[in-house]
Structures are given as C-alpha cells and as structure tokens.
C-alpha cells in the first residue's frame, strides 16, 4: 500500500524490533532517515536491503515534497536514529505536509525511551508532560523548569549524562521535596531506574558519574508546594455574607 509510514525502532536492545517494522521496511520502495550509517547497520542486522534516504531537521522542502510524492506512488519509510520518529526527532514538517497532501500517514508503533521511562519510574503516570531537553544554560534551564512549575503531571525529559547532575541540582533548588527519577540506558546491558529527592540523586551522580542515555522524571508539585488556601477563614467569610444580620 502507498502511504507514509512511520516506524519506531529500538531505542538499544533490537529485540524490540516489531515484526510489523521488519515487515514494513522490507516492503519500502525508500527509507528516509536521520543517519544512513545508523539506519544501514539496524537494517543490515534484520537482512534488509533498503534504499535510504536522509531526511534531518535541515532537509530541504525540495526534498520532503519529493518523498511525499513518493508516498503517493508507493510504500516509504520515516524511521529515526533510535526509537519512534517526531519524539525529540525529525519528522513533524513531513508528516503534516503529508497529510496536508491527503498522502496516507500510517504510525508502526514501538520502544519511545519517554513512555518505557514513564512505565518504570512510579511516578504518577495518568497524566505526564513531556517536554523534549531541557536547555543546556544554567538560567535557561531554570526558567524552562519555573515555567512547568503549576503542572499538575508527571514531567519527562531528555537529558544528556554530561548535563544530569547539573540539571538535577537545578530541580533541587527550585523543588526540593518533590519525587525525581532518572531512567537510564533503558533496554539494554546496564539499564538503571532510580529515584529520590533531585538533591540525593544529584550527589549519587556526583559519586557515580553516569554514562549512556537519560531520561528525567519530576513528580507532579507535592502538598507543600501547594497554595496556601485558607479554608477556614473564608468560610467563615461567606458565611458572615450569607448570615442573619
Ligand atoms: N525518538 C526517541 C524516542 O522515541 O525515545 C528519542 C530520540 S532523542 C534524540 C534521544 C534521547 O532519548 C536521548 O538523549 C535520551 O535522553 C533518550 N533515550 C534514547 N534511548 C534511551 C535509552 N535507551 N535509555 C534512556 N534514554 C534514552
């Protein structure tokens, strides 16, 4: 079938490889992707030949209306470096400009390192926010966090190792009570989940420099953080309004 698909691969162990992807990619007329190397080996793993097409954030619109086309005629791919495509990935100008085509988009779903994090950390998980990295400057970073400060949900973001000690003192500082998890290496060898207050994980991560990928968690604002609302007090307000003289 002619369409747009878009194939979520694994985000380290492969076999989180969904036999629709195989399936999908082995049909492909064109792969478009982020990195032909990348894409190539985790093709060539599966014993697939696919004809490869690089398509990042700095694509042309030239080339994303020429692989629309494609997909007018025949099968085409979007897969990403690791995991579902769009998520903190290239993708979205060429799915909405597919669609704006009237191009059949089809989702072939898998690993996203976001939803396993969320699966694992018990934190709350019936409502989260997820909002890609976090800004590398230390006052950029701070002011992205203070702007998610009313949120009532789980946060979920992408950090780097370099950059997680810093962020989590970042978080300490502006919410010191609040619950913290960092997910780490997920699926693979030295997968990790710990959690804690943002103060203790940042001085574990002090001790224990991490490695690999990360995915950072906050719960949502604790009862501390809550507005004081007196309760009490306007009670008895309305009901001196409401009252006999
Ligand atoms: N599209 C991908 C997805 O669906 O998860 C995410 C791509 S984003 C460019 C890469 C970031 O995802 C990493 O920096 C890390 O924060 C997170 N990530 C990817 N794989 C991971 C893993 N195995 N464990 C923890 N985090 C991971």
Not at 25 to 41: F, N, S, W, Y
Not at 154 to 182: G, K, S
Request: glycine fraction near 8%; proline fraction near 7%; aromatic fraction near 4%.
């Amino acid at each position: 079938e002619p369409g747009l698909y878009i194939v979520a691969t694994p985000i380290g162990n492969l076999g989180d490889m969904t036999l629709r992807a195989l399936g999908v990619l082995q049909g492909a007329a064109m792969i478009a992707c982020e990195d032909t190397r990348v894409t190539g080996k985790l093709l060539k793993h599966f014993g697939i030949k696919g004809r490869l097409q690089r398509l990042d954030d700095h694509a042309s619109p030239e080339t994303r209306t020429w692989i629309i086309d494609e997909a007018r005629r025949m099968p085409v791919a979007l897969v990403s470096d690791a995991g579902t495509p769009l998520i903190s990935d290239p993708g979205y100008r060429l799915v909405r400009e597919a669609r704006a085509a009237g191009v059949n988009v089809v989702s072939i779903p898998g690993a996203c390192a976001a939803v396993s994090a969320l699966s694992i950390a018990g934190l709350p998980s019936d409502r989260f926010l997820f909002a890609g990295f976090l800004p590398v400057k230390d006052k950029a970073r701070s002011e992205a966090l203070t702007g998610l400060a009313d949120v009532t949900a789980t946060l979920v973001f992408y950090e780097t190792a370099p950059r997680l000690e810093r962020a989590l003192l970042a978080i300490a500082e502006l919410w010191p009570d609040r619950e913290v998890a960092v997910a780490r290496e997920l699926t693979k060898l030295h997968e990790e989940c710990r959690s804690g207050t943002a103060a203790s994980l940042a001085a574990h991560y002090a001790a224990h420099p991490p490695k690999g990928e990360i995915v950072l968690l906050i719960g949502p604002p604790t009862d501390a953080e809550a507005p004081v609302l007196d309760a009490d007090a306007m009670l008895k307000a309305a009901l001196v309004d409401a009252g006999p003289g």
